[in-house]
C-alpha cells in the first residue's frame, strides 16, 4: 500500500477533519524518519460496556496505530465526576468515584479487543487534574470566556430555556482541553457531538506554549440496528463488543441491507476498494446481500472473540434460523406458584425488560411458546416446561412448579 493508499484509507469515513495537512505530515514523517505521533481519545467511565458505536473512534484509532500512532487512551476518572453536558438539556448527576473507577477497569478489558495493546497507553486524568489545584484551576478558567462558553448549542438552548447550568459544567470542556496540555497530543479523536471540547484542546494546546496544535478526526455517530437512532443502549439498539459471540452475529445479520455497507465503511478493516468490489457485486446479483452481511459478521465476531467462535455463532445461527431448530444452549429458568401469566413470565426469563414490553411484542406477533406463536396476551402458564421466545433470536427455557 503506497502512502496515498495509507490516507486515503486513514481519512475513510471521517465526518469533519481540522488540519488534516498536519494529520499527512505525521503518518509521511513515520515512513521517511521512523517517528512516532500521538492519538488522543477520552472516555469518560460514566457505563461499563461499549459498543460498535464506540468502536467507530477505536477502530480509526486501530488503524492509525498500524501507520505511526501511540494511543493515549485517556479514561476520565476526574471529568467522569462531573459528566460530560454535551448534548443535555439538564445538568447530569455525578458519578462517585467507586463507579468511575469501577467501570474504567471495564473499559480497560474490553479496549484491547480493538487496539494494539503494544502500541497503546492507558491513562487516567486525575494524575494531572488533581495536581493542578484552586491556582492553576483559576488561571485554566481564565483562559476563556463565558460568552464563548455559550456558544456551544446545548448551553445556548438551555441558557434561552432558563434551565440551570452548573459551574462546574463550563469546566468540563476546559479541563478536558487540559488533557490534550498535559499529554501534548499530535491528534485527538471523537464523535460529531464532541467537536466544541476537541476544539478547546487545541486552543489550550496554543494558550500553554505546547509548541504544538493537535489535529482533530471526527467520527460519525454509528447508526443503531434501527437504522434511525444513534447506537445507544438506553434505545437497545445497540451491540456491544463483550455480548455472546452468538448474538453479535445475529444482531449484524437482522441490520438493513442498506445499513450493512455504513457499517462496512466505518467498522470492517477491508480496504475501500474491496468494499466497492463487493457492492458491485451484489448490485450485479453475483453476491448475494445476506453472503455480503454474513462475511461482515464474521469479521467483527473474529475480532472481538475468535475465528473459531465466529465459525461457531454463523453454524448455530444457520442452524436455528435456516434449519427452524432450537438454539444448542438457551438460559433455563424455574418459578413457583402452578400459573404464570405469559408476559410475567417473560420478565421472569429476562426476554422483556417489563409486562409493558412484552405486551407489545405478543401483539406484533413476535412471541412464541414452543414455537406456537401467542395470540391472547392473557395466555397462562400452567404447571410444565416450556420453550419461550421473542423475536428471531431471544429464547429461554422455563420450568413452572406448584
Keep these: 500500500m503506497n502512502l496515498n493508499d495509507v490516507l486515503l484509507e486513514v481519512m475513510r469515513g471521517c465526518a469533519e477533519l481540522i488540519d488534516a495537512e498536519k494529520i499527512e505530515n505525521l503518518i509521511k514523517n513515520y515512513y521517511e524518519r521512523g517517528e512516532n505521533f500521538f492519538i488522543k481519545a477520552g472516555f469518560d467511565p460514566t457505563a461499563a460496556d461499549l459498543h460498535l458505536g464506540h468502536s467507530v473512534v477505536l477502530s480509526k484509532m486501530a488503524l492509525l496505530q498500524k501507520h505511526g500512532g501511540i494511543v493515549q487512551f485517556l479514561i476520565g476518572d476526574f471529568t467522569g465526576q462531573i459528566g460530560d453536558p454535551s448534548g443535555k438539556n439538564s445538568t447530569r448527576k455525578k458519578l462517585d468515584k467507586e463507579e468511575v473507577l469501577k467501570n474504567a477497569r471495564t473499559y480497560e478489558e474490553q479496549v484491547f479487543k480493538i487496539l494494539d495493546r503494544e502500541k497503546t497507553k492507558i491513562v487516567f486524568n486525575s494524575t494531572w487534574l488533581e495536581k493542578l ?9 481564565s483562559t476563556f470566556s463565558v460568552a464563548r462558553m455559550l456558544e456551544r448549542d446545548d448551553f445556548t438552548k438551555r441558557f434561552k430555556e432558563q434551565s440551570p447550568i452548573s459551574i462546574c459544567e463550563f469546566l468540563y470542556p476546559l479541563l478536558q482541553g487540559y488533557d490534550s496540555v498535559a499529554l501534548k497530543s499530535d491528534i485527538e479523536m471523537g464523535g460529531t ?8 484542546g487545541r486552543h489550550l494546546q496554543r494558550i500553554y506554549g505546547v509548541g504544538k496544535e493537535q489535529a482533530i478526526m471526527m467520527m460519525p455517530l454509528l447508526e443503531g440496528l434501527d437504522g434511525v437512532n444513534k447506537m445507544s443502549k438506553s434505545l437497545d439498539n445497540y451491540i456491544g463488543v463483550s455480548e455472546k459471540t452468538d448474538d453479535i452475529y445475529a444482531k449484524i445479520l437482522s441490520i ?28 450485479n446479483g453475483s453476491l448475494h446481500p445476506k453472503k455480503a452481511k454474513e462475511n461482515l459478521a464474521l469479521e467483527l465476531c473474529e475480532r472481538f472473540s475468535s475465528k473459531g467462535e465466529a465459525l461457531g455463532a454463523k453454524a448455530e445461527f444457520d442452524r436455528v434460523h435456516g434449519q427452524k431448530e432450537l438454539p444448542s444452549v438457551m438460559s433455563e429458568f424455574e418459578v413457583r406458584g402452578g400459573r404464570l401469566w405469559i408476559a410475567k413470565a417473560l420478565v421472569e426469563c429476562g426476554l422483556e425488560n417489563s409486562t409493558s414490553a412484552a405486551r407489545r411484542s405478543i401483539a406484533a406477533g413476535a412471541v412464541r411458546i414452543d414455537a406456537d406463536r401467542v395470540k391472547d396476551e392473557q395466555t397462562q402458564l400452567g404447571v410444565g416446561e416450556y420453550v419461550l421466545q421473542v423475536g428471531k433470536r431471544k429464547f429461554a427455557k422455563l420450568k413452572v412448579k406448584q
Design 133 to 141: 489545584g484552586a491556582a492553576g484551576l483559576v488561571e485554566l478558567s
Design 193 to 200: 457531538d464532541q467537536k466544541f471540547n476537541l476544539l478547546m
Design 256 to 283: 438493513s441491507d442498506t445499513l450493512m455497507w455504513r457499517y462496512y465503511e466505518l467498522l470492517s478493516e477491508k480496504s475501500l476498494g474491496q468494499i466497492e468490489r463487493m457492492r458491485a457485486q451484489v448490485q
